[in-house]
Nanobody, 125 residues
Framework: VQLQASGGGLVQAGGSLRLSCAAS????????IAWFRQAPGQDREFVAA????????LHADSVEGRFFISKDRAENTVALQMNSLKPEDTAIYYC???????????????????WGQGTLVTVSS
């Protein structure tokens, strides 16, 4: 039972990356799936969330208009398209599945109980 995050890498400022989160042994159906990130020495920070059922999304102010979360029902994955990357976006990015079935797009990490191992995104200036 796990979430697998992939797609991280090294990119120059202004560039783009697309992260993907896949589930193994658990389902995304009816749940809210989110991306968080954690930079060295900092707390884990909410990035974006999507409701698998309704498709509604929420993005943190710091990434609004640059990052876009989406779901792919056919592939059973959740993607995070990251554009116009900045050095301050450098972090390990984690995907997570919410604890309960509510459609509330929670931004608190304690609302999520299944986490992927993280994928490193490094943005050079």
């Amino acid at each position: 039972v796990q979430l697998q995050a992939s797609g991280g890498g090294l990119v120059q400022a202004g560039g783009s990356l697309r992260l993907s989160c896949a589930a193994s042994g658990l389902t995304f159906r009816t749940y809210v799936i989110a991306w968080f990130r954690q930079a060295p020495g900092q707390d884990r920070e909410f990035v974006a969330a999507v409701s698998w059922t309704g498709g509604t999304t929420l993005h943190a102010d710091s990434v609004e208009g640059r990052f876009f979360i989406s779901k792919d029902r056919a592939e059973n994955t959740v993607a995070l398209q990251m554009n116009s990357l900045k050095p301050e976006d450098t972090a390990i990015y984690y995907c997570a599945r919410k604890k309960d079935y509510s459609l509330h797009l929670a931004s608190q990490s304690n609302e999520y109980n299944y986490w992927g191992q993280g994928t490193l995104v490094t943005v050079s200036s």
